[in-house]
């Protein structure tokens, strides 16, 4: 029935059917990022010239606790997260971001992906393989366009984890991480064309929100004058 309108009052006369469905243009962000090769952010490496008051601050105000490591070295896991690890921390002469890893649906789509960033110019750091840190699994390592160095992996090992109690004050997991950059469009591109991930919001033109998955974001892009981690 086509919708017909009282005479001068611009109020639509009363229908004898119900209204047809509202259609939103496009699809949800949610259902096209869950088309994404990347399942959801899986740790954040970190260099500090503090190694011990680092792992004294992660697992003391944070919460995290040491799951494995060297000397120099020590892996950190979340008591409410599978994941093996969250927080990676490495004793170095100045304080760095090492390297940030997620995961992915599987290794085919490790491979396919490695591949994908090869012809597009990308530089690997690392060819897809067997890693050796806890928790193995199949991956790779490669430099996104600001020098970041990001790795994407499948079939790690969980670990055990627990549900949290009742206003236990310590991080379920690692849910996202933030990144500075001068040039939000591009490294958003980039991420968008290679991870398939998908954009949540937007903080006026300063933040950018991006998801693979049903959760709001999983990266973030803020600007800021130089490429770095948002602390």
């Known amino acids: 029935m086509t919708t017909t309108y009282g005479p001068l009052t611009g109020v639509p006369a009363p229908r004898d059917q119900p209204p047809p469905p509202v259609r939103l243009r496009g ?10 090769p990347i399942t959801h952010l899986r740790y954040v490496a970190l ?6 008051g680092a792992v004294a601050f992660y697992e003391g105000i944070w919460g995290l606790y040491r799951v494995g490591g060297d000397t120099g070295v020590a892996f950190l896991g979340a008591v409410g997260s599978p994941e093996p690890y969250v927080i990676r921390v490495r004793a170095a002469a100045q304080r760095r971001t090492d390297l940030i890893a997620f995961g992915a649906v599987s290794p085919a789509a490790v491979d396919a992906l490695a591949g994908r960033l090869g012809a597009g110019g990308v530089r690997l750091a690392r060819e897809p ?6 928790g193995g699994g199949y991956g790779f390592r ?10 994407v992996s499948a079939g790690v090992a969980a670990k055990a984890y627990r549900e949290l109690e009742e206003r236990e004050s310590v991080p379920r997991r690692l849910s996202h991480v933030v990144l500075n950059s001068s040039n939000i469009p591009v490294l958003m591109s980039f991420y968008e064309r290679y991870f398939g991930l998908r ?8 933040m950018c ?11 973030a892009i803020a600007h ?8």
């Open 27 to 36: 699809e949800p962000a949610s259902a096209r990022a869950a088309r994404s």
């Open 209 to 219: 929100f991006l998801r693979c998955s049903a959760d709001h974001h999983s990266l």
């Open 129 to 134: 393989g067997t890693l050796d840190t806890p």
């Open 199 to 206: 954009l949540s919001d937007w903080l006026e033109d300063r």
């Open 224 to 231: 800021a004058p130089h490429a770095g981690l948002d602390t």
């Open 142 to 151: 490669f430099f996104d366009p600001e020098g970041r160095l990001v790795e």
């Open 47 to 52: 260099a500090t010239e503090d190694f011990a």
